[in-house]
T-cell receptor
């Protein structure tokens, strides 16, 4: 157990819908990262927050947004969902930036 | 562009033998971290080993060790005494960039 929690574990929704994925970092970690992993693919970096501020942006679509709250938990919002958005979404956290990233168990999103 | 390349999509090893997974990366930084992560069928991402670029000594964690060649920007992972539980996808990572992964099969 890495200490990073993600909810929900599974999410099934329809095209055009909007969902919110939640991540709680390890105690004491200030940085949160979001990644997308499609079937049999590598990890694609989406976005990073550090102590509430956006720190780095990767290949995140305009339909996707994220934020980190004062208690350091983070949410990833996915809207106008398409079939191709079906993937495993990981959250990771680290104490500093840069530093070792510890991953949560992921949220498996299925868009039908 | 800063990239991470794993040139071996698949590797196979006999149980109890040694296998080396390759990784090259590109960066203009002088101080950084490199990582190997393991992803078993459960899809959980598990940290295997970490290397700090300013340290010349190669990192070691039990049966796992790295060969870090900073000038060549090479970072390979050696697994000794391979076990059935080592079967997984292995990802090399630099910063927020991950390689495409190497699928390791362990034969009994």
């Amino acid at each position: 157990d890495s200490g990073v929690t993600q909810t929900p574990k599974h999410l099934i929704t329809a095209t055009g819908q909007r969902v919110t994925l939640r991540c709680s970092p390890r105690s004491g970690d200030l940085s949160v990262y979001w990644y997308q992993q499609s079937l049999d693919q590598g990890l694609q970096f989406l976005i990073q927050y550090y102590n509430g501020e956006e720190r780095a942006k990767g290949n995140i679509l305009e339909r996707f947004s994220a934020q980190q709250f004062p208690d350091l938990h983070s949410e990833l919002n996915l809207s106008s969902l398409e079939l191709g958005d079906s993937a495993l979404y990981f959250c990771a956290s680290s104490r500093r930036d840069p530093d070792t990233q510890y991953f949560g168990p992921g949220t498996r999103l299925t868009v039908l | 562009a800063q990239t991470v390349t794993q040139s071996q999509p698949e590797m196979s090893v006999q149980e109890a033998e040694t296998v080396t997974l390759s990784c090259t990366y590109d960066t203009s930084e002088s101080d950084y971290y490199l990582f190997w992560y393991k992803q078993p069928p459960s899809r959980q991402m598990i940290l295997v080993i970490r290397q700090e670029a300013y340290k010349q000594q190669n990192a070691t964690e039990n049966r796992f060790s790295v060969n870090f060649q900073k000038a060549a920007k090479s970072f390979s992972l050696k697994i000794s005494d391979s076990q059935l539980g080592d079967a997984a996808m292995y990802f090399c990572a630099y910063d927020m960039r991950f390689g495409a992964g190497t699928r390791l099969t362990v034969k009994p």
